[in-house]
């Protein structure tokens, strides 16, 4: 695996794993719950994906590193939450560098198991949204892909796009991962301050 993709992989998986312990932590579930959540926060989208491609084992259950990685970020939580809690939105933060970490990522991986353009964008997509997904059901909330109020999904799928097509189109390769990284964050956080968010059909009217 490309080093950066693998960093990548990982990163997402961190930060995943951090936005499921903090969901942990404002639930007031124990050591056990909050480790749980970071660990399927953190790789539930990845296994959902290499599932999908046909990379089995999964990397997420095949690299002991991921789950440590999770671990590490439950820890990091379980101890400090109460300096990471003064950032503002904390689970909502870390959950959108996730998203963009594991869109693009997710998508490379995709394309390097000969899965077309087109899936594997839609595979950097559900890397992206998967674990999020898992987090919100297993703390009994709306998941955030199905909001409303929220461009998350829509987000992913952009940072995944733009990077299969500097992929398809042998762009800079670097310059392309961090630029569709950087533009699934930033409209995924607008979307959290600005209130973005695609039609909803006017019932009642």
Known sequence: MHLL?????LAGTFVFA????????????????????AFATGTVGGITRDL?????????????????????AA???????????????PV?????????????GGSIRALE?????VMAAVMGMITGIGGGIMRDVLIDRLPMVLAPTELYATAA????????TGMTLDWPFVPTVIGAAGLCFFVRYMAMRRGWHLPVPRVGE
């Open 52 to 72: 999908l491609i046909g990379a089995t084992p999964p990397l997420a259950i095949a690299d002991v590193r991921y789950g440590l990685t999770t671990m590490a």
């Open 157 to 164: 799928l952009l940072g995944s796009t733009i990077t299969v």
């Open 113 to 117: 198991f000969g899965i077309s353009p």
């Open 18 to 37: 951090l936005s499921g312990a903090m969901a942990a932590v404002q639930k007031r579930l124990d050591i056990f719950g909050l480790a749980v959540l």
């Open 92 to 104: 909502a933060i870390f959950d959108a560098a996730g998203l963009s970490l594991f869109a693009v």
């Open 5 to 9: 993709l693998f960093a990548l992989e």
């Open 75 to 89: 820890l990091v939580v379980f101890f400090g939450h109460r300096l990471v809690d003064r950032i503002s939105r």
